[in-house]
C-alpha cells in the first residue's frame, strides 16, 4: 500500500496537514541553529527526528491507517526501511512552554512525541495490543468503556497516534529515561509511559494487509533490550543562531 507522503524526505503540501510545511521547514532550516542526524550532541525540544529500535532495527512509524480491532485509533508500528517520511516526529513538552525550543531534553523529562505528517500524539492505554495478545486484526467493534473496564489490565498494551493538531490528552505523555543529563543523540534511551507505566516496546510480530511487513509495537511493563531506541535522521534544533545545516529533507 502507498502511504501518503511516500518515501525519501518530507512530503509535499498536499499531503501535510500539521506542523511543518514545506515552507516553514524551509524557514526552519534557513533561520535556526540546526545540527544534522550524524553529529553529537543532545537531542531538544522541537526537533524532528526518526527514532530506531536498536534491538529489531526499526524506526518508529504511523500513518493514517486505524487499528481493525481495540481502540480503532491511529496505528503506530515499526519500519525497516529509513527513507520513508511518515516515520518523522517531533520532540513537545507535556504542555505549550515546558519544553523550549531549542534546548536540550533532560533525562528524566516528561516530552510528547507529535507525528509529524498527520498531528497525532504517541498515545498508549487499557486496550491490549492487537498481536502479541493473540487477538485477530479485523473489522470488528471495540469494547465500550464499561466492558473495558471489567477487563483486568494487559500485559502488552496497544500503542496508537491519538489527538488533532498536536493536541490530544494526559496518555500522550512519556518520560525520556537515560543514563546521563541529557538525552543524548548517540545513546540508547527508553520511553516510558506517565499514565500506565508500560514502555514503548517493539515486538517480533509482523502485520499483514494492508501494512505487511511492519512491525507491532506495543507497551510493556519489563525493561529489557527490546525497548530501547536511539535518535537517527532528522533536524535538530539548537538554541544559538550558528550557520545551519541540514539532513534528509
Request: hydrophobic share 30%; with cysteine.
Amino acid at each position: 500500500m502507498r502511504r501518503p507522503g511516500g518515501r525519501g524526505g518530507f512530503p509535499p503540501l498536499a499531503s501535510r496537514s500539521w506542523p511543518l510545511s514545506p515552507l516553514s521547514l524551509l524557514l526552519l532550516v534557513c533561520g535556526s541553529g540546526l545540527a544534522t542526524g550524524g553529529e553529537e550532541g543532545a537531542v531538544t525540544c522541537g526537533s524532528v527526528l526518526k527514532l530506531l529500535n536498536t534491538r529489531h532495527n526499526v524506526r518508529l512509524h504511523s500513518h493514517e491507517v486505524k487499528y481493525g480491532s481495540g481502540s480503532g485509533q491511529q496505528s503506530v508500528t515499526g519500519v525497516e526501511v529509513s527513507d520513508d517520511a511518515n516515520s518523522y516526529w517531533r520532540i513537545r513538552g507535556k504542555t505549550d512552554g515546558s519544553c523550549q525550543r531549542g534546548m536540550p531534553v533532560k533525562c528524566g523529562q516528561t516530552v510528547r512525541l507529535t507525528h509529524v505528517n498527520t498531528g497525532k500524539n504517541l498515545h498508549t492505554h487499557h486496550f491490549p495490543s492487537p498481536l502479541s495478545n493473540n487477538q485477530v486484526s479485523g473489522s470488528f467493534s471495540p469494547p465500550d468503556v464499561a466492558e473495558l473496564q471489567l477487563q483486568s489490565t494487559p500485559a502488552s498494551m496497544e500503542v496508537s497516534a491519538f489527538g488533532d493538531d498536536g493536541e490530544g490528552d494526559d496518555l500522550d505523555v512519556w518520560t525520556v529515561q537515560c543514563s546521563g543529563t541529557y538525552w543524548e543523540r548517540d545513546d540508547a534511551v527508553r520511553f516510558k509511559h506517565i499514565g500506565t507505566d508500560v514502555f514503548l516496546t517493539v515486538t517480533g510480530e509482523q502485520y499483514g494487509h494492508p501494512i505487511r511487513g511492519q512491525r507491532e509495537v506495543h507497551g510493556i511493563h519489563s525493561p529489557n533490550h527490546h525497548n530501547y531506541w536511539k535518535a537517527m535522521e532528522g533536524v535538530f534544533i539548537k538554541p544559538s543562531l550558528d550557520s545551519t545545516k541540514h539532513d534528509e529533507l
